[in-house]
């Protein structure tokens, strides 16, 4: 009787139990998780998950068990740690990492499967490290050559850029790591770029620099955003109503995290009202940050309505359900034989084959006196860059990886000297070192078989860094010079370039061959070693068009106003994007003005023919099928592109626009047939007067080809 007491009385307790639960409870559907947690948690509670409680944490509710959370750099591998309130790296020793190809590379290769990959790999890494979100991928447009960033980011094209992310998002959040998209957006260059006021037009808005983000939300399913450190149309683009509330909430249905770039919250009300959940970068006293205690006092004295709060935390507590509190979180790893193997092969897609007299590839067995010249042979590049960079556990440097092929008496000399500069300054390296180095390079390649220059940018400041865009679109440090020089002495010269951007090339006609590799990270030596050589065969293509001169670029040739913007008398920075949609081949296409190597393109060791392609409706849709031949006599990929012309239309369109593509593995004298999709989305435009996507009705056509300027074939159609 007494046991029947008790038990009935442990019912309700039981039930009480269960209930109290729910936001603990992994099987719970995610909405019901937070509205429990929500309804235990003190509005202090609340606020205080609304900004940053370290450098890279923000909080949790230690009273409910709900853990902070772990945000860390991005986009291409885990970045190291720092000391709680200082930026400042922690020396650790459980923090060496792979570093992945940065993104610009990762867009080269055109293969969304490696993508995806890529994703769940980077996913190892940050669980193994605990973070719960990773601080990428980087949506931002390559506007301009000179933007510091481009090597974060995947092109200039919107749609290669969404198809490129909306995997590595899949891959990363697979494992239970939130991806942040960023930087929402019109982020666009360094310069300035903490108050630059951006000014573009609905159109170029909603076609070009919005599209990769939508999608990314949308299609990816990102879990995480962070708005960008500029202004658009004055409101700073992390508590920018326009971008926040009315597209990203209202629009897209967006149901992730705003975080703000660190350090790129400026004001409580719009930080409360325009769509932050959370401000990060800031220092200690952390409750006297934007949205600590001055955002609490204005809810309690009613000038901030306290529901908005709520919604904050709701969007918080979701992205910790999703990752930290998932229960679907393994121990990661990092440093696998996997994942160096994965980026070697993403290395080895990526690379584009800009030029190739049959120089390339450079045969192992034959006997000849190699020299290798240029300080990217040797420099570790996952150094720098700004908040990308690396701290590695290993780099196997070209000149290794060279060596490994070709033997140990592959010669080097460096041939330039980089340094630290300031702006405008030429050469900051004194003249008489770069003479000297110079003249030995020219001694030695004199002596040689084959030269291989390996040289480009190198993620310094002003050298595809952050906070600084390039200041010139040439190479620096003498290397114009150094490599004409090396060109008249030797003519078979190979120039290997590592960047993350385009720059001109005036010595193009005097070298046979010449590649671009990126940033690879961590086997960036034998990727590129193994191209050279022709172990692997290059199938990388643009992902952005490389114009001939800097004043040849959409955004450089209409004025200061356009790039890099002006500076008013109060000192604050306004820019106009006066290029509006005509955006990398778009501008060059339409305006006629022929690219020094075009958005798309790359070559191979074999060759490709691309017979007649077949055009089916079916329904709404329509697919072109190509049959795709190997015509050499090595293993290669190909990239079938089709491009949209609206041969008429109401509203100036470009010249054409990338709407699908697909790569394709074949072996000599193979043939496979490729499919290319294609809706009626694909040939709307963005029309301002009813703000939103028309298609009018017409004559199209799709061109498709292997570049943006090598098409092949064409097909009229009509709606
Ligand atoms: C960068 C972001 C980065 C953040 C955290 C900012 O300066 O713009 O891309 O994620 O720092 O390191």
């Not at 639960?21 to 509670?45: F, H, K």
């Not at 450190?229 to 920018?240: F, I, K, L, P, Q």
């Not at 109060?570 to 690219?595: C, F, N, S």
């Not at 199209?700 to 300027?709: A, E, N, V, W």
């Amino acid at each position: 009787m007494r046991f029947a007491a008790i038990f009935l009385l442990l019912i309700p307790l039981r039930i009480l139990a269960q209930e109290e639960a729910i936001y603990l409870n992994v099987d719970a559907p995610i909405e019901l998780r937070v509205e429990d947690a929500l309804s235990r948690m003190t509005l202090e509670e609340k606020v205080d998950m609304c900004h940053g409680h370290s450098k890279f944490t923000s909080a949790g509710v230690p009273r409910l068990g709900i853990p902070q959370i772990w945000w860390s750099d991005g986009p291409h591998g885990v970045r190291a740690e720092f000391l709680a309130d200082k930026y400042v790296y922690d020396d650790r020793l459980d923090d060496f990492i792979t570093a992945f190809p940065a993104l610009t590379a990762l867009a080269a290769t055109w293969n969304p499967e490696l993508a995806y990959e890529y994703g769940q790999a980077l996913g190892d890494e940050a669980l193994y490290r605990g973070k719960t979100v990773m601080l990428g991928p980087g949506l931002n447009i390559c506007r301009t050559p000179l933007n510091g960033r481009n090597f974060e980011y995947m092109g200039e094209d919107p749609m290669l850029c969404a198809e490129m992310a909306i995997p590595y998002i899949q891959g990363l959040q697979s494992k239970g790591v939130a991806a942040c998209v960023k930087h929402f957006a019109l982020n666009n260059q360094e310069n300035w770029r903490l108050d630059i006021d951006v000014q573009c037009s609905d159109r170029a808005l909603h076609e070009i620099y919005l599209p990769a983000f939508k999608r990314a939300v949308a299609e990816g399913g990102a879990w995480a955003l962070m708005g960008g450190y500029n202004r658009v149309r004055g409101e700073h683009a992390s508590h920018n109503k326009l971008l926040l509330c009315d597209i990203l909430r209202r629009q897209w249905n967006y149901d992730g995290v705003v975080v703000s770039d660190w350090g790129g919250a400026h004001d409580t009300f719009q930080a409360a009202n325009n769509g932050l959940d959370v401000e990060m970068g800031t220092s200690s006293p952390y409750n006297k940050n934007i949205l600590a205690d001055p955002y609490l006092e204005a809810m309690r004295s009613g000038l901030i309505d306290s529901t908005t709060v709520n919604e904050k935390v709701r969007n918080i507590l979701r992205l910790i359900f999703r990752t930290s509190m998932s229960g679907k979180r393994g121990f990661g790893a990092i440093c696998t034989p996997a994942h160096y193997e994965l980026c070697r092969q993403i290395g080895e897609e990526s690379i584009v084959l800009l030029k190739n007299n049959g120089i390339l590839p450079l045969e192992p067995n034959q006997k000849r006196r190699i020299l290798v010249v240029g300080e990217n042979a040797t420099l570790p590049l996952n150094l720098a860059g700004g908040s990308s960079e690396l701290k590695v556990k290993d780099m196997y440097s070209p000149l290794d990886a060279i060596r490994n092929i070709y033997g140990e008496e592959v010669v080097y000399t460096p041939g330039y000297k980089s340094g630290p500069y300031t702006y405008n300054v030429e050469n900051p390296v004194p003249q008489e070192v770069t003479e000297s180095l110079h003249r030995e390079a020219v001694a030695m390649a004199r002596q040689a078989d084959v030269v291989i220059y390996i040289g480009g940018l190198n993620k310094n400041s002003y050298q595809d860094c952050e906070n600084r865009d390039r200041y010139t679109y040439n190479l620096i440090f003498g290397q114009d010079s150094l490599i004409n020089a090396l060109a008249d002495v030797n003519p078979n010269i190979i120039v290997a370039n590592i960047s993350g951007a385009p720059f001109a090339m005036p010595w193009i006609d005097k070298v046979p061959a010449v590649i671009q590799s990126w940033y690879l990270g961590t086997m960036i030596g034998p990727a590129m070693a193994d191209v050279i050589s022709g172990r692997a065969n290059p199938s990388g293509k643009l992902p952005f068009s490389f114009p001939k001169r800097i004043e040849d670029c959409g955004a450089h040739a209409l004025g200061q106003l356009s790039y890099p913007g002006v500076e008013d008398a109060d000192g604050r920075h306004h820019q106009e994007y006066l290029d509006d949609i005509m955006v990398g081949y778009r501008w060059y296409d339409t305006k006629k003005i022929p690219a020094l190597f075009p958005f798309g393109y790359g070559l191979s060791y074999t060759t490709f023919k691309c017979g007649k392609p077949t055009l089916e409706k079916h329904g709404q849709n329509w697919t072109v099928d190509v049959p795709v031949t190997n015509t050499g006599k090595t293993d290669g990929k190909e990239t079938l592109q089709l491009y949209v012309c609206d041969v008429k239309s109401r509203l100036p369109r470009p010249a054409k626009e990338l709407k699908a593509f697909s790569k394709v593995y074949l072996k000599p004298g193979e043939t496979k047939n490729v499919i290319l999709t294609l809706s009626p989305d694909d040939l709307k435009y963005y029309d301002p007067e009813v703000s939103d996507w028309v298609l009018e009705p017409g004559k199209f056509q799709l061109l498709i080809g292997t570049s943006s300027t090598n098409i092949s074939h064409k097909i009229n159609i009509e709606i």
